[in-house]
């Protein structure tokens, strides 16, 4: 059986319902999870996480609207998400995560592998949040040297897998938009969108690193492009090699077109 979802919106869950979430998670029977602005106990949130840690099927999951609320809920996460390998998708839009909840739970999305889509729009972020999320990019990574490899970059540029970002209204400034611009033109990302809106960025500024990042599309598709050509360049070739065409002179004086085997 394919897995199926749960998606429950601004309930008051029961420990019946927690239970029943565990045993799914536990069980590889769901894909994606959604507790988006759900009242629970720490208690349960803990057993939600630990099941998320077991899981091998789960690949979004969605805690939007105050569901981690505290810094202990914020370390439950980091741990489950040190264990996961399976979630794409993670969204935490309106968590009062702060800078201090980020750098607790950075370390656990630097390594995470599957990892495709983050929202950490309205977390109550700020510029330091920017550098709490920085780390060495991949020593082959660099562009401009190895004196720069650690510095004034997101931590995504290390990922991957990771195509998406929500920065939406975190209270960034031009200051962390440079962060960004120097790591979307300098270093290899997977990254295709970054959403910045209602911050204290310019628009200049966000053109900017949007330009960048479609560039970053139309190079994966020029390259494809090429790769098929050559693909197709390969097949003619092998075929010409195999027949070829050659005119044939009878002796009644006409010509005749006939294929031969090589």
Same mark, same amino acid.
Request: charged fraction near 20%; include cysteine; aromatic fraction near 2%.
């Given at each position: @059986? ?8 601004? =309930? ?10 565990? =045993?799914?998670?536990? =069980?590889?029977?769901?894909? +994606? ?8 106990? #720490? ?12 899981? !091998? ?19 439950? +996460? ?14 935490? !839009? ?8 980020? &750098? ?7 390594? !995470?592998?599957?990892?495709? &889509? ?8 700020? #510029? ?7 780390? /060495? /990019? ?7 040297? #190895? ?25 960034? %400034? ?8 120097? @790591? ?5 990302? &997977?990254?295709? %969108?970054?959403? /910045? ?26 390259? %494809?492009?090429?790769? @098929? ?34």
């Amino acid at each position: @059986m394919l897995p199926g979802s749960i998606q429950i919106s601004g =309930e008051t869950l029961s420990s019946a319902e927690i239970r029943d979430i565990c =045993e799914s998670l536990r =069980e590889n029977s769901i894909k +994606l999870l959604s507790l988006r602005g759900c009242q629970l106990s #720490d208690r349960d949130f803990g057993r939600i996480c630990r099941g998320v840690a077991e899981s !091998h099927s789960l690949a979004q999951l969605n805690l939007n609207l105050g569901i981690v609320s505290n810094i202990n809920r914020v370390k439950q +996460l980091a741990e489950a998400l040190k264990t996961n390998r399976s979630v794409q998708s993670l969204f935490l !839009h309106g968590s009062p995560l702060t800078d201090a909840g980020l &750098a607790l739970l950075n370390p656990a999305l630097s390594i !995470h592998p599957s990892l495709v &889509a983050l929202d950490l729009g309205d977390c109550m972020l700020g #510029d330091e949040g920017i550098n709490l999320i920085c780390g /060495l /990019l991949p020593p082959d990574g660099a562009k401009s040297g #190895d004196q720069i490899a650690g510095m004034l970059a997101v931590s995504v540029a290390s990922s991957r897998t990771l195509e998406v970002l929500d920065l939406e209204g975190t209270g960034l %400034t031009n200051q962390s938009a440079l962060i960004l611009l120097d @790591m979307v033109e300098n270093y290899p990302t &997977a990254l295709r %969108t970054l959403i /910045l809106a209602e911050n204290n960025i310019s628009p200049e500024l966000q053109q900017q690193i949007s330009d960048l990042l479609s560039e970053g599309e139309e190079d994966d598709e020029t390259e %494809t492009r090429e790769v @098929m050509a050559r693909e197709k360049n390969n097949w003619i070739c092998q075929s010409n090699s195999s027949s070829q065409m050659v005119l044939v002179t009878s002796g009644l004086g006409e010509s005749l077109l006939a294929e031969t085997e090589m």
